[in-house]
């Protein structure tokens, strides 16, 4: 399988180094293949009775300086990884499932790597994981790398 756009998805944790390296390694062995990073801030949620309305859609700058500390750690990642990265990108979106389909959407991602932490119990409810929501809504092939417990 040829891959023309690979799209490595991180949470910055000190984990994710494991899933950068895998990205890595089938980037290097897809010949012209366009490497992007996406990383994604959970949009500030503002309550307007019963509607809930992102806080970057009222102000263009309320998630700037997260946004910066992000961009900046991104940059981090990327170095101590030593990935050939096209676009990194940090955005904003309600959930990170909602921020990757967008993105996969509409840069023409063919491939989408990332982890999953192992989650059991109230923690697995409550919180979920983001791969499960991706799966069924992206049109493409997704790696899925196993994470040992959240750190």
Excluded at 51 to 59: F, I, N, R, T
Excluded at 82 to 98: G, K, M, Q, R, Y
Aim: proline share 3%; aromatic share 6%; hydrophobic share 40%.
């Amino acid at each position: 399988m040829s891959y023309k756009h690979i799209l490595l998805v991180t949470d910055l944790r000190s984990d994710a180094d494991v899933v950068a390296q895998k990205a890595k390694y089938i980037h290097s062995r897809q010949q012209g293949a366009q490497l992007s990073v996406l990383h994604i801030i959970k949009d500030t949620v503002v309550g307007f009775g019963y509607e809930m309305v992102p806080a970057a859609s009222l102000y263009d700058e309320i998630d700037d300086e997260r946004c910066k500390s992000a961009r900046k750690d991104l940059i981090e990642f990327l170095d101590r990884n030593d990935l050939d990265c096209n676009s990194p990108e940090v955005t904003t979106a309600i959930s990170n499932s909602e921020g990757i389909i967008n993105y996969c959407d509409k840069n023409d991602v063919d491939l989408v790597i990332i982890g999953r932490h192992e989650r059991h119990g109230i923690s697995a409810w409550i919180n979920g994981a983001t791969v499960d929501a991706i799966l069924p809504n992206v049109s493409c092939d997704v790696l899925v790398v196993k994470l040992e417990k959240p750190v």
